[in-house]
């Protein structure tokens, strides 16, 4: 070793021989526990959906309304409209011709896309339960 390090490791010797060590109050440990145990009451919040029941109901009292209006509704202007729209449709996308490979990958993402939701959101519960 060089002697400018010993001579550093001396003086650090001496400044801790100086020194010594602070100790914490007896109920130091109790203090800090109840401040943290009050930390985690505060954290804790109450599950609130996104979307209410209410809401959910009246979405399916309307769409429940909106099929039997549509069904009962005997106009045949109402189906008219619909088939001119679907020609026209049919007409815009009749240049395009997909291979049953692209038309099986497009019906299964959504389907796995739908099942991947349900199990994320049963695994989410499980592991965050109250």
């Known amino acids: 070793m060089k002697e ?4 550093i490791e001396n003086l650090i010797d001496k400044m801790m021989a100086e020194n010594t060590l602070e100790s914490p109050s007896i109920d130091f440990t109790s203090k ?3 401040q943290v145990l009050v930390a985690e009451k ?3 919040k109450a599950y609130k959906p996104l979307i209410s029941k209410t809401t959910w109901i009246f ?3 309307s769409l429940i309304a909106l099929t039997f209006y549509s069904l009962s509704s005997n106009n045949i202007s ?3 409209i619909v088939k001119i729209y679907s020609d026209k449709a049919s007409t815009l996308f009749s240049g395009i011709h997909f291979s049953k490979n692209i038309l099986y990958g497009l019906l299964i993402v959504p389907v796995m896309f739908l ?6 959101k049963n695994y989410f519960d499980k592991k965050y339960e109250l």
């Open 4 to 7: 400018s390090d010993k001579n």
């Open 32 to 34: 800090i526990m109840s």
């Open 42 to 44: 505060s954290k804790i």
């Open 59 to 61: 979405i399916g009292i």
């Open 78 to 80: 109402n189906f008219e």
């Open 115 to 120: 099942i991947q939701i349900g199990v994320l």
